[in-house]
T-cell receptor, first 112, second 114 residues
Framework: ETGVTQTPRHLVMGMTNKKSLKCEQH?????MYWYKQSAKKPLELMFV???????ENNSVPSRFSPECPNSSHLFLHLHTLQPEDSALYLC???????????FGPGTRLLVL | KQEVTQIPAALSVPEGENLVLNCSFT??????LQWFRQDPGKGLTSLLL?????REQTSGRLNASLDKSSGRSTLYIAASQPGDSATYLC?????????????FGKGTLLTVNP
């Protein structure tokens, strides 16, 4: 897990809270990704950054706001979430887009 | 829209058995196909990546094949072990502009019994 790290690993928040998920990659990669994994559904791509530029915003609600300050760090800012947003949020990175993606351990989010 | 289907959804086998996991995709214009492993509550580990021009890739006891024209891939696991128990996910990237977007199947939950 030292390649891509995510914090926190678990998060419980109320619908009025604001929180942020953090992802850091130590692989020297240039692309980073956020995915959502809900029970009994395939992984869904949320956001893609390449060289710190967002290249994909996959119809994600505005209550999820990504930030990529540099090629090693990626954040997902959360506000006024809904219970259906409870899921495992996975971060990944790759040397370039379309190459093998390396995943972090995920943040298990519960929205009450 | 690319759709990825994995069959079976769950599989239970005794230790030592050879097994095959199946993946099918609806759009054959893929850039590459990847197989991942996911342990409960954990992230994904990339197992094998097959480029669209390749027919198969091997790593240890794992062998993945790709038949683009029929939209199918298989993951063969030889001499299965209890440590192989996990969910196996297949994902494809389409050729063309969005060649970063992995489309995943729902996975096959594998249990290898000692």
């Amino acid at each position: 897990e030292t390649g891509v790290t995510q914090t926190p690993r678990h998060l419980v928040m109320g619908m009025t809270n604001k929180k942020s998920l953090k992802c850091e990659q130590h692989l020297g990669h240039n692309a980073m990704y956020w995915y959502k994994q809900s029970a009994k559904k395939p992984l869904e791509l949320m956001f893609v950054y390449s060289l710190e530029e967002r290249v994909e915003n996959n119809s994600v609600p505005s209550r999820f706001s990504p930030e990529c300050p540099n090629s090693s760090h990626l954040f997902l800012h959360l506000h006024t979430l809904q219970p259906e947003d409870s899921a495992l949020y996975l971060c990944a990175s790759s040397q370039r887009v379309s190459e093998t993606q390396y995943f972090g351990p995920g943040t298990r989010l519960l929205v009450l | 829209k690319q759709e990825v289907t994995q069959i079976p959804a769950a599989l239970s086998v005794p230790e030592g058995e050879n097994l095959v996991l199946n993946c099918s995709f609806t759009d054959s214009a893929i850039y590459n196909l990847q197989w991942f492993r996911q342990d409960p509550g954990k992230g994904l580990t990339s197992l094998l990546l097959i480029q669209s021009s390749q027919r198969e890739q091997t790593s240890g006891r794992l062998n993945a094949s790709l038949d683009k024209s029929s939209g199918r891939s298989t993951l063969y696991i030889a001499a299965s072990q209890p440590g192989d128990s996990a969910t196996y996910l297949c994902a494809v990237i389409l050729s063309g502009g969005s060649n970063y977007k992995l489309t995943f199947g729902k996975g096959t939950l594998l249990t290898v019994n000692p």
